[in-house]
């Protein structure tokens, strides 16, 4: 079993930055792919970064060059560092963690609740 905890969501202006962060606990295989997603009012989940077991990384596309995600082993915790945001980032930010991934919710059994951010 694994359980996500995120944190690190706010309210930030428009080209400010802010740094979610998801503890991580449980069976580390279970967790060998992490991803974050994010849901705006109305809209689908969307996968916005995936960390893979091999230290690979993907981005969406709408946040290339803008967002990092990376891990802090030493504290077993999901980093997404978000630079430049824009107001259409606003949106409910989940981190996710199956033994494998890929970009889509399906394919990740657990989840965090969830943090809010809003960019305005």
């Known amino acids: 079993h694994v359980q996500l905890v995120e944190s690190g969501g706010g309210s930030v202006l428009a080209g400010g930055s802010l740094r979610l962060s998801c503890s991580v606990s449980?069976?580390?295989?279970?967790?060998?792919?992490m991803s974050w997603f994010r849901q705006a009012p109305g809209k689908e989940r969307e996968g916005v970064a995936l960390?893979?077991?091999?230290?690979?990384?993907s981005y969406a596309d709408s946040v290339k060059g803008r967002f990092t995600i990376s891990k802090d082993n030493a504290k077993n915790t999901l980093i997404l560092q978000m630079n430049s945001l824009k107001p259409e980032d606003s949106a409910l930010y989940y981190c996710?963690?199956?033994?494998?991934?890929?970009?889509?919710?399906?394919?990740?059994?657990?989840w965090g609740q969830g943090t809010q951010v809003t960019v305005s």
């Open positions: 996710a963690a199956n033994p494998t991934g890929g970009r889509w919710p399906y394919e990740y059994k657990y």
């Open positions: 449980g069976d580390s295989y279970r967790s060998s792919c």
């Open positions: 960390l893979n077991y091999d230290g690979r990384t």
